[in-house]
């Protein structure tokens, strides 16, 4: 019953923030590190918000990932990966373990922050944002590698399913004219 009522609480406290925040980048985080971190830092690039896990059997689009990071970060992309463990336990590591899988299996170099929930009674705010009733594309994240883009203004553009590739031709269409505003 102390469970059920702390994870309540929790959702409470999760939505209610949610709804108090002013943008996405107003929304606490933690970096892959545990210091604390926002979006806030992105504000004026565009960002590709992913979730992301390292037993999935779409754990290689991390290498399109990082290919896309790469031709387009000079242009202002960020993408901003949230290593996550609610689909199948398909993340089960630490931060450290996620960091040193992503840099030596995928030479990952892009932004990588604390592991959370993008579903469920502990969904963290920013995918209370990204996916609730008042978003600009509502409804949970299905699988791993669901993909949100936010333009320069912190609005979200476009949302991505699972298994649209990062380097999709729809994906870098977006990227590009999101860019060029």
Avoid at 20 to 31: E, G
Avoid at 41 to 69: D, H
Avoid at 97 to 123: M, N, R, T
Avoid at 155 to 166: A, G, I, N, S
Wanted: charged share 25%; net charge positive; hydrophobic share 40%.
């Amino acid at each position: 019953m102390k469970t059920i009522l702390l994870m309540a609480a929790a959702c409470v406290a999760a939505v209610a923030f949610a709804g108090a925040a002013k943008s996405l980048y107003d929304i606490p985080l933690k970096d892959i590190d545990g210091k604390d971190a926002s979006l806030k830092r992105y504000k004026g690039k565009v960002i590709l918000v992913v979730n992301v896990a390292s037993k999935c059997g779409l754990t290689p689009q991390y290498s399109a990932l990082e290919q896309v990071y790469k031709k387009y970060k000079d242009k202002g992309l960020v993408i901003a990966g949230f290593p996550c463990n609610d689909f199948a336990g398909q993340e089960p590591g630490t931060n450290d373990e996620i960091k040193q899988f992503c840099s030596s299996k995928y030479e990952v170099s892009f932004p990588l922050f604390d592991k959370l929930h993008v579903k469920g009674a502990e969904q963290h705010p920013l995918y209370a944002a990204l996916t609730g009733a008042d978003a600009t594309f509502p409804g949970d994240v299905k699988w791993n590698f669901g993909k949100f883009l936010v333009g320069r203004d912190g609005q979200v553009l476009k949302r991505f399913e699972p298994t649209v590739k990062p380097d999709a031709p729809e994906v870098t269409a977006a990227i590009e004219e999101a860019l060029g505003k």
